[in-house]
């Protein structure tokens, strides 16, 4: 119950992606900070805009491995197999982001050494936080389409997203609960 008391407060959800490095709306401040008035180019402020929302990306991708990965012996059987499954997902889903980062000249963000999550005691709890995980990292990727300067991080970005769609649908089904609650995928923050 403890739980699902964090689930369901706003503030302890906020709090926690706070602490767990993840800002709100996938690297927006970052973006608009960049947008400023400065003597750079606009390829160079287009690719420090592009760093930050991918590096926002990969805190998403390193709190989701995290997850993922203190959560495995909780899960059993199919839950286990798929949340393995995604584990690795999420592994390459990094990759490809610090890669990106990489090439555009920057510095991709590090897994922290701890993330401060709320205590699982049960396979239930488990699929519920990364439930909230893979939501918030839906909403974040959404709100970071448009502000992508390359279509070809865009296609990343789209790929990635439809991935984490689909997290989220196995994980309500292995909750019991409707796999597709609604017409639009839009995450919840």
Not at 17 to 24: I, L, R, T
Not at 42 to 51: G, I, L, W
Not at 78 to 105: I, M, P
């Given at each position: 119950?403890?739980?699902?008391?964090?689930?369901?407060?706003?503030?302890?959800?906020?709090?926690?992606?706070?602490?767990?490095?993840?800002?709100?709306?996938?690297?927006?401040?970052?973006?608009?900070?960049?947008?400023?008035?400065?003597?750079?180019?606009?390829?160079?402020?287009?690719?420090?805009?592009?760093?930050?929302?991918?590096?926002?990306?990969?805190?998403?991708?390193?709190?989701?491995?995290?997850?993922?990965?203190?959560?495995?012996?909780?899960?059993?059987?199919?839950?286990?197999?798929?949340?393995?499954?995604?584990?690795?997902?999420?592994?390459?889903?990094?990759?490809?982001?610090?890669?990106?980062?990489?090439?555009?000249?920057?510095?991709?963000?590090?897994?922290?050494?701890?993330?401060?999550?709320p205590r699982v005691?049960?396979?239930?709890?488990v699929l519920l936080?990364?439930?909230?995980?893979?939501?918030?990292?839906?909403?974040?990727?959404?709100?970071?389409?448009?502000?992508?300067?390359s279509p070809d991080?865009?296609?990343?970005?789209?790929?990635?997203?439809?991935?984490?769609?689909?997290?989220?649908?196995?994980?309500?089904?292995?909750?019991?609960?409707?796999?597709?609650?609604?017409?639009?995928?839009?995450?919840?923050?």
């Amino acid at each position: 119950m403890e739980f699902e008391r964090f689930l369901a407060d706003p503030v302890s959800r906020r709090r926690f992606f706070h602490s767990a490095g993840v800002a709100a709306g996938g690297g927006s401040a970052a973006f608009l900070a960049a947008c400023g008035g400065s003597s750079k180019s606009k390829n160079e402020t287009s690719a420090a805009a592009d760093v930050a929302i991918l590096n926002s990306a990969i805190d998403l991708e390193n709190t989701a491995i995290a997850a993922y990965t203190a959560g495995a012996p909780f899960l059993k059987g199919e839950v286990l197999r798929r949340g393995r499954e995604f584990l690795g997902q999420e592994k390459g889903h990094a990759d490809t982001l610090s890669t990106a980062v990489s090439h555009l000249g920057g510095h991709p963000t590090r897994p922290k050494a701890s993330y401060d999550f709320p205590r699982v005691r049960n396979q239930r709890d488990v699929l519920l936080l990364a439930s909230m995980i893979e939501n918030r990292a839906i909403a974040a990727y959404l709100d970071a389409l448009p502000k992508l300067s390359s279509p070809d991080l865009r296609a990343t970005v789209a790929s990635i997203v439809t991935t984490e769609a689909e997290h989220a649908s196995v994980l309500l089904g292995a909750l019991g609960r409707p796999q597709v609650p609604s017409a639009f995928v839009v995450g919840r923050r």
